[in-house]
C-alpha cells in the first residue's frame, strides 16, 4: 500500500515547477529523468522534447524572456552537460532565470579507479549563478527552492542543480513548505533621482538606452512616460526593445539609432552595462564630454567600463518611475526629440533606397520589409545571424515589451533557433490559460547560423509550435568572406554551397518553401504566419549584399571596427 504522506522525488519536483506558474518544460531525453517527466505528465505539464543540449536550455532561456517566468531544462549530466556549456553561457550573459536540473549517476555506480570522474561543478561554476548537487533525497525540494531563488533574484540568471538519478525515483514527504517569497527589489536613493532629474532637464539632447534589465523589470510604463511627457529619446536593446514602441521618434533599437549616441549630452543606462554592444561606453561610439547615469540592480555592473557620473543602485523600473514623478514634480519642459530621427535621416534614406526591388537578387532587407509589413504589433520576433541579423536592424521595429530576443549579449550564433522554440512554446501556454489565438513567433536567421541546430526544426513539429522561421541564404559565412575580402583581398573557408534549407525543413516535417523570386516573397511570409505550425522560408538572397556593409556606415548597424583598428589590407 502507498504512504499517502509519501511521494516521489520526482513528484515532489513536478510539484514546485507547477507552483511557479510553469507549464512548459524543455528536456532532452533520458532515463535519468524518468520520474520527474512521468510526474510532470501526469501534473499536464507540457514536455517539449529538443535535440541537442543546448538546444534544450536555449528554448528555457527563450521561454524565460518570452514568459517572465523560470525557463526549466533538464539534461543528464555525463554526456549531456558538455553539450550544453553554449545554452548556459548563452543564458547566463543575457540574465535569464533558467535552472538547469541534471541528473547523474548514482553514487553506488562510481568506483576508485574510473576512466574518467568529471567535476560537473568545476564546469559550469564560472557560467552559473549557483551550482550544487543535491545530497540526500530528502532535501531535494530545498535545493530545488534554491536553484529557483538564485535564478530569480537580483540580476538574474542560470544555476544548475546535479541530482543522483535515484533520488527522482526515492519517497519523500508529500508535505512541502510554501514557495520561498522573493525578496522586494530596491527603489533609488532620493537624493539620486532628484540629481538625475536636475541633469536630464537641463540637458539638450538626453537619451535613455535600455536592454534586458530594464525588460526584467517591466520598466515599460515608466519609460513611456518619460518619453512622451518629457521628450526623452529611448533606445532599446535585446530584451529591451519595445519598451518604449519603435516608431523611429520616440523609441528605436540602438543598433539602428547608435549613431545619434555620439552628439548626446546626458545619457541614461538603464538596466544596461557598458559592453561591447555599447562600444564600452567610450568614444567613438559616445562623445568624450557625455555625462552618464547608470541604473543597475548590481552595484558592482556600474561603472566597468567608464566612469559613471551619476551610479544608482536600483530596480530599473522603480527608479525610472521615481524620475518620472520627479521631472513632473520640477516641471521640466518637453524635450524636442526630434534630433535623433533628424541625425538618422542619410542613414534611413539609404536604407529605404536598398529595401526598393529592382531586377537584380534578393537584398536582405527585402526580408525585413516583407515580414514588417505582414507582422502583428503583438507577435515575437527572434534574431540570429550576423549580416541578416544586421539588416532586420533596418527595417524591424518592435513596438511591445518581452517582443523581441536574440543572441546577444554572448552572440552565439545559431542560438536564436532554440530562442524562438522556447518563446513558441511560451506564447503556445500562455495563450491557452487566456483562451485567446496564439500569437505568430518570427525567426529571421542566416544559413550559416542555421546549421548549428538545425534539427530543432523537429522539436518545433513534434511540440506544434507556430514558428516561422526566415532563412536568408546567400551560401556563405557573409560577414568572414567579406571581412576577409576586404582586409587581405581574397576569402578562405568562407563559402557553404547554396543548401536546400526547405528540403530539410520537410524531412524533419515542417513545410519548407523555397524563395528566389521577390514576387513570391511577401506573400510566403504572411501565409507562414497564418499557418500556425512550423514553416522555413528559404529564401536565395544576393551574396554580394554583406559586402556594402563593410564598406558603407549608413547601413552597418553592428558595428566593431571602430573600437580597434583593423590591420591594413595586405598587398
Known sequence: MTNET????GMAIANRIRQHGVETVFAL???????LLLALEDLGVAIVGSRHESGTVGQADGYARASGKIGFALIIAEQGLPNAITGIMTAFQAGSPVVVLITRFPDIWGEAAGEFVPDHHALVTPITKWARTVPSPDRLVDYFDAACRFATEGHPGPTVLIIPGDFLARRVPAASPPLPRPASLPCADPAAIREAATMLAGAQRPLIITDSG????????ALRRLSADHGITVLGHSLGRGLVPEDDISGFSWSYAQPAARL????????ARLNIWFGFGRPPRFGAESRFIQIDIEAEAIGRNHNIDLPIQADPARALSQLADELDRLGARAHDNTWVSDVLADRRSRIAALERPNDGPIHPLEIGRALADNFPEDGYLVGDGADILNWTYGNLRVRRQRGYMDHQPMGAMGMGLPLAIGAAAAEKEVSRLEDRPVRPVALVTGDGALGFFVAELDTARRAGLALTVIVSNDGMWSTEYHGQKKIVGRAVN???GRSNYAQAAEAFGCKGIVIEDRAMLAPAVAAALAQGSPVLLDVHIDPEAGRLRKEDKLVSMIVFEDLAPMPAKRP
Open 6 to 9: 509519501e511521494i516521489s522525488g
Open 29 to 35: 531525453a533520458g532515463a535519468g529523468h524518468t520520474h
Open 214 to 221: 530594464a525588460g526584467r523589470s517591466g520598466a515599460g510604463a
Open 264 to 271: 548626446a549630452d546626458v545619457v541614461l543606462f538603464a538596466g
Open 494 to 496: 568562407t563559402l557553404l
